[in-house]
């Protein structure tokens, strides 16, 4: 403490600190010195001792950030449930992995798969592009039939590779996108990073892998764009894509292509025509619009020029899961193997619509009956944010090679639509969104 009182009555300006020539003040002088010397080392020192324990304590929190990502995404607990998980319990059946398997198709097309004795593991990034509590209810019902659902991203390349080395699939679902026409505005990115990194992440690894699965994936009916000659059939144009969402799905179909030509995966791509049902997404017209008149909000319903109808061929969620099973049930073998070609394999589009368009006027109609409420219907112009005016599928395709067959009007698709949502949100009283 004294010594501490003398460094501070040692003088602080150089002005005030006269240098002194008498061999007593000299001896004063170089004690004086000497003191100041060992105070500065103890005072750096302390600084540093300071710098080290706090970098230190970064390094120990970063480190264990990251044990807890290993923890959640490793240990023999974590491959436990992903072995059950994609354990097969049927005779000749598969082991599929669902991208996008807490989104809505995701759900029901795992949920479907587990029921018929087929392995399946889910991968899901649980994004809020629209309410995350949502796909934690589709997870919590999935879970109850057996199918876990890692949580992770389509391009972490590292966490696929991981996947695989756990369990070898025999097919991959990849459902996982960025969906939504209008979206695709707000949000570009979003649509680059899943509907592209992430196809080509997961292709990667399928094509890296021994043996290489099979793969059928989500595109979309949005492909054909401003095409006007209807019903649209696999061999139309579909260079005119009217919403960036449309052009990374068609971007999507040319990556399936390279694909399948350079490393002989077996791709199989779903060209989906507006799906609608139980569990749906909330940003589809179908479901705000269900939303918005129960809550007596006025609803936008889109008209082309020259009040020119703006049409849509719905198609139901149990429809597209048939249509996806048979797909899987169809696909050949991937013919390469560690990255590399050995012959020529399979590479399908098909259409899974309904084929009979209705106007969104006349959707209108039916949920107001079904709600028994009175829509606030507001009229206007189709904006130019990416929605074309109509879709229409011709499915003979689908038909031939997959035995699809939908069987679902939208009167009734919707009645189950509306059953579910009123059961699910307490007749409208909880927010969708
Ligand atoms: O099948 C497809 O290819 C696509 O189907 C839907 O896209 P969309 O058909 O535009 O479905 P909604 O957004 O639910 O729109 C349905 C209809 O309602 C109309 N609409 C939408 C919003 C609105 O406020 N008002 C309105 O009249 C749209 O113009 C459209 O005709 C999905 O959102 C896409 O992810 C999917 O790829």
Redesign the pocket.
Known sequence: MSQLMHIDNIPSTQGKFKMEKSPYHRQRLYSSLAKLTFWSFVFIGLILMFLFRSSSSQVTSDLSRRSLRTSSYGGPVWEKRIKASAKIRSKNGFSVLVTGAAGFVGTHVSAALKRRGDGVLGLDNFNDYYDPSLKRARQALLERTGVYIVEGDINDVALLKKLFDIVAFTHVMHLA?Q????YAMENPSSYVHSNIAGLVSVLEVCKSVNPQPAIVW?S????YGLNTKVPFLERDRTDQPASL??AT?KAGEGIAHTYNHIYGLSLTGL??????GPWG?P???????TQDILKGKS?????APNHGT??????YIDDIVKGCLAALDTAEKSTGSGGKKSGPAQLRVYNL?NTSPVP?SD?VSILERLLKVKAKRLV?K?PRN??????HANISLAQRELGYKPTTDLQTGLKKFVRWYLSYYGHGKKSAL
């Open positions: 996108a969906a939504g026409v209008r989500a979309s009916s949005s492909v969402y449309a799905k060209r989906f025509f507006t799906v609608y997404r940003d589809m017209a179908y479901f705000f619009f609803i936008p319903i889109f008209e703006v049409a849509r061929d719905f198609t619509g969104v959707l206007m189709l990416g929605d074309v005016q109509f879709t």
